[in-house]
């Protein structure tokens, strides 16, 4: 079960919030997902000495900033859990770019403090009530201003810049909102034009046009159980959206074959800068709305 789904199922609120959910959510993480590290100890805090480094321009590295000791940090990683649970005095999105930057200042795990950082995000968004799924993510920001994002974190437990960071924290979470608007209205546009494109098509067809936006890739038989058909309805309507290029498998396999929607991954993976803006988006609607 993901952590989304554990929060959904214990209840929305951040008192459902706690170590032991970031414990498996970094184990999971570390047995799923790349690391480093010989042993990035999955699910666990980390027990010695870790630092960040920074390069000195030709010269080698130097460290740039050193977490508190593991002992140091556990204890402050159960006052973050009071915190986290209990909701502070701010506003809940100021609240959360605090949180963020609490966790990865204490930099609990051997590695992968990053991830579990950005994916608390997503949970505290949820556990607001700001978010209604998990379908945001700050990632893509950070990534695009991985600098500016460890400078901002630094400054503020170097020199006490709290506003400079929460207004960088702010309007990265305004600009993935933004995007993630975009990219759903997008998704919309193409599913209606599947729907139109296939009204008159078999239910199989119809069926497997609004699953595979959910899930874009499948197998023929993942497919019969999306559609709730045997295997040779999924398998026919398969082969109509293939011969329509709507679908495409992927393996190259005679058998074990895998089929993907490239329109459906093309919209999910498009760059920021290339998915219209959502003023623009609205805009569209307008006129759309206005000639009819």
Known sequence: MSAAEQLSETGRSR???SIDLLKNLHEELMEEGRTDEEDPLPGEFRSDYVWIEESTGGYGTQVRFAPPKAKIAVSRMEDFETYMQSGGEYPDLIDIGILHYQLETIHPFVDGNGRVGRLLIILLLMASDILLHPLFYLSSYIRRNRDEYTSRLLAVNEEGEWNEWLEF???GI????????????????????????????????RRLIDEMFTNPVFTTSRAAEMIDMSYQGARNAIQKLEEDGVLRERTGKARYQEFQADGVLDALNKDAAEIPSPEALIEDEEDRFQEV
Do not use: C, N, T
């Open 174 to 205: 305004k600009e993935q909102a933004d995007e993630a608007f975009s990219r759903a209205k997008l998704l919309l546009h193409i599913r209606k034009r599947y729907q139109r494109e296939y009204q008159e098509a078999p239910s199989s067809v």
């Open 169 to 171: 924290f702010l309007q």
């Open 15 to 17: 008192e459902s919030l």
